[in-house]
């Protein structure tokens, strides 16, 4: 069995470190670089930062402050937010990060999803999807979850694997938040169809919820923000939960690294 990924989400807004429920009710959860480090000393796997307002507000993700968080860091490292063009993902490449994530770009022009893959290869690109059960089923929303979208998100999911994408990226719009756990249903459904890696975010509220989303969920990596944030889950703890549990996961490092570049 693969190792299980641990990865902690930075949501930035104003350059600070945010977390909510639902996507709203935002609240500050401190200084992205020091976390960042922090992070990466506890021994999580990847970092992934978004910059949940840059699409909503049309601008590009703040490639000063990706260069100042992969700095000091020394493992991979995936940023999101307001990524429309091949130039936008050169920019953050070259700013330090490994992994590009789109959303409602990749949305509004798929093509851009077949375009990273050909010119920077399929392990660059992440697919973000937000989506929300709704009557009509799991549907995919656009700008930081704020405008519904026609798209289905296994349909969706399915295209992206087809066009190039390398991993999906699957947040759960009703359980961002609220700690109640993943959505493990839909995570299955998505495992069992795509061939790429699926990262489950949005509902971690304590150890058992990782376990259930690799177990229950078939997810090769959990996502967390608020209870890494203030606190309320450590890292090595999780780690040494999951192995006795049974779950395969890598060893959380210990070194204080001087960043990986």
Same mark, same amino acid.
């Given at each position: 069995m693969l190792? *299980?990924?641990?990865?902690p989400c930075l949501d930035i807004k104003d350059g600070q470190t !945010? *977390?909510?429920?639902? $996507? !709203?009710? %935002? =609240?500050?959860?401190?200084?992205?670089?020091? %976390?960042?480090?922090a992070y990466s000393e506890q021994g999580a796997d990847e970092l992934t930062f978004l910059d949940i307002t840059a699409s909503h507000e049309g601008r590009k993700t703040f490639a000063e402050l990706v260069k100042r968080i992969a700095a000091n860091i020394n493992i991979p490292f995936t940023v999101g937010g307001g990524i429309n063009e091949l130039s936008d993902v050169d920019r953050l490449l070259n700013a330090g990060a490994d992994k590009i994530s789109i959303n409602s770009s990749a949305i509004r022009n798929p093509q851009l999803i077949d375009d990273i893959a050909k010119h920077f290869g399929s392990q660059v690109c992440v697919l973000a999807v937000d989506a929300k059960m709704t009557e009509e089923g799991w549907k995919c929303y656009l700008n930081g979850g704020r405008i519904e979208t026609d798209k289905e998100l296994l349909t969706w999911t &399915? #295209?992206?694997? #087809?066009?190039?994408?390398?991993?999906?990226? $699957?947040?759960?719009?009703?359980?961002?938040? !609220? &700690?109640?756990?993943?959505?493990? +249903?839909a995570l299955a459904a998505l495992a069992g169809q795509l061939s790429i890696p699926v990262i489950a975010s949005g509902? @971690?509220?304590?150890? +058992?919820? $990782? =376990?259930?989303? /690799?177990?229950?969920?078939? @997810?090769?990596? @959990? %996502?967390? @923000?608020?209870? /890494?944030? /203030?606190? #309320?889950? *450590?890292?090595?703890? %999780? *780690?040494?939960?999951?192995?006795?549990?049974?779950?395969? !996961?890598? #060893?959380? =490092?210990? +070194?204080?690294? +001087?960043?990986r570049r």
């Open positions: 190792a *299980k990924r641990i990865i !945010v *977390k909510g429920t639902n $996507f !709203v009710n %935002l =609240r500050q959860a401190g200084d992205p670089v020091e %976390l960042g480090r &399915k #295209e992206a694997q #087809e066009r190039g994408a390398g991993e999906i990226l $699957f947040t759960s719009m009703n359980h961002d938040g !609220v &700690k109640t756990g993943y959505a493990n +249903e509902g @971690a509220g304590t150890m +058992e919820h $990782f =376990r259930d989303a /690799f177990t229950v969920g078939k @997810a090769d990596a @959990a %996502l967390a @923000a608020s209870v /890494f944030h /203030f606190g #309320e889950i *450590k890292i090595p703890d %999780l *780690k040494s939960y999951l192995c006795g549990q049974g779950i395969t !996961v890598r #060893e959380g =490092r210990r +070194e204080n690294g +001087e960043g």
